[in-house]
């Protein structure tokens, strides 16, 4: 299309010089065709307009400032009152489809990336993929090996101030590598590998925003928003305009909807700033004994500490990945929530670290680690009483955290008092999933992708209301 109107353009500009010899004339027709190849080239930018408001419970605030994170790729632009709206511009062309069958390894993007970057590599059967990331020297600063089905796969790589890093992945007898360049000015030396999902393998689209940071569609953008010395935030994947309003108020139930009837039972809800939470853990479907696997056949089932149902009224029941997810592996869907209601996604449970935590903020590169990170955020979503040797919390937002415990592989349960530990409905690799959890011992909150996160144990789980 745009192509087209160039050529009509410059058709008719070498018919008019044809016929006018006028050199001022054709001084005039050439910035003519100038500005309508201008706006030809612009009329064909696909805009996506995110625009922002606030409220405090159901009456409108203004926003001091928003500030929006592209935690796909990296980069941040920061919006000011009165601009809270966010124009994103697709202004690049196809990637080169990839050949068939071939593994590969894709240079990282960005690069050179600032703090982290988005490494993606194709997988042309079912296999085991070995994953290093090293130093200029050869010393391995991390690795992991996990089983990858068919498809291209993207992961996100967390790292300090180390100038260059080689990535190199194994699969089969086929390896490739990637240098990787920083420019991060944070010395800080921990680094991780987190796995951001698989897709078919198709074109992709680059675009800008209006601010002038790279997006491409599929990108989870991260907005802040802060007033009058609190934030709130919302993470999502725009892929069209879009309205948002962020949340100031916190320890109410959600404004409009104070409970929830599900599965024969009423639930409160709970809003902390932009999130709205059922306030207990979930207890829905049919006990099972914990020596059991739950199944796909069609009936809810749950299981009870120590097989007792008495814990499940307490505690809420406990679920492997699968029978909560309802057997599919789309991070972020209904899963066994109520309808209007979603399992939260690994991104979705660091905003709500950072929103309670009274150090570091939402956003804040610290929460992407994995082990126990932050200051007070456990402390503050714990129950006041309940926890093994004093370690309970203040409840300080309301979310009101037991130690629910779980459901170990071989059937048993661990001590409850001790632990709460919640299934995030992201994935990490195949028999893998991200959780997160919090410990009597500890004010902090954890979060692990490891030898514990095994689909088959039992955890906890909570539902957040859809936007």
């Avoid at 745009?2 to 006028?22: F, G, M, P, Q, T």
């Avoid at 697709?90 to 960005?110: I, L, R």
């Avoid at 951001?196 to 997006?215: D, I, R």
């Amino acid at each position: 299309m745009e192509s087209a109107v160039c050529r009509k353009i410059w058709e008719l500009y070498i018919a008019h010089c044809r016929l006018n010899k006028d050199p001022m004339k054709k001084k005039s027709l050439i910035a003519l065709a100038m500005s309508l190849f201008i706006l030809s080239a612009s009329g064909q930018k696909s805009a996506i307009d995110l625009t922002f408001t606030a409220v405090d419970s159901v009456t409108y605030i203004q926003i001091d400032s928003i500030r929006v994170m592209n935690r796909s790729q990296g980069g941040n632009t920061v919006l000011y009152w009165p601009d809270t709206v966010l124009s994103i511009y697709a202004v690049g062309v196809p990637e080169t489809d990839h050949p068939a069958g071939v593994f590969q390894v894709f240079q990282n993007y960005p690069n050179p990336s600032e703090g982290q970057t988005t490494i993606s590599l194709y997988v042309p059967e079912n296999d085991r993929v070995n994953m290093v990331i090293s130093d200029l020297t050869g010393r391995i600063m991390f690795g992991t090996d996990s089983f990858l089905e068919k498809g291209l796969h993207s992961f996100r790589f967390k790292h300090g101030g180390s100038p260059v890093y080689l990535f190199t992945a194994r699969w089969r007898q086929t390896s490739n590598s990637i240098k990787i360049l920083s420019i991060s000015p944070d010395p800080d030396p921990l680094l991780s590998i987190e796995y951001l999902g698989k897709k078919s393998y198709a074109p992709q689209v680059k675009a800008t925003t209006s601010q002038g940071f790279a997006f491409t569609p599929g990108d989870t953008l991260l907005f802040i928003g802060y007033t009058g010395g609190l934030q709130s935030g919302i993470p999502d994947n725009p892929s069209e305009s879009n309205g948002y309003t962020l949340q100031f108020a916190t320890n109410i139930p959600c404004p409009g909807m104070q409970t929830v009837t599900y599965e024969g039972q009423i639930y409160n809800t709970i809003q902390v700033f932009s999130q709205c939470w059922i306030k207990e853990n979930l207890n829905a479907g049919i006990m099972i004994n914990g020596s059991q696997n739950q199944t796909n056949n069609g009936i809810l089932e749950k299981y009870c500490h120590s097989n007792s149902p008495d814990s499940c009224s307490k505690y809420g029941g406990l679920y492997q990945w699968d029978e909560m997810m309802q057997y599919t592996t789309q991070q972020g869907s209904q899963g066994i929530c109520p309808n209007g209601w979603h399992l939260p996604t690994d991104e979705e449970w660091l905003v709500l670290e950072g929103a309670v935590d009274s150090q570091f903020g939402i956003g804040d590169y610290r929460w992407d680690y994995q082990g126990l990170r932050g200051t007070d955020a456990g402390m503050n979503l714990k129950t006041a009483s309940g926890w093994q040797n004093n370690g309970n919390g203040t409840d300080f937002f309301g979310f009101s955290a037991m130690p629910g415990s779980y459901r170990i592989l071989s059937g048993g349960f661990d001590v409850t008092g001790a632990e709460a530990v919640w299934w995030m409905s992201t994935p990490f690799v195949t028999d893998y999933a991200w959780y997160h959890n919090i410990h009597f011992f500890s004010p902090k909150t954890g979060r692990f992708a490891d030898s514990w996160s095994f689909k088959e144990y039992g955890f906890s789980v909570r539902c957040l209301r859809d936007n």
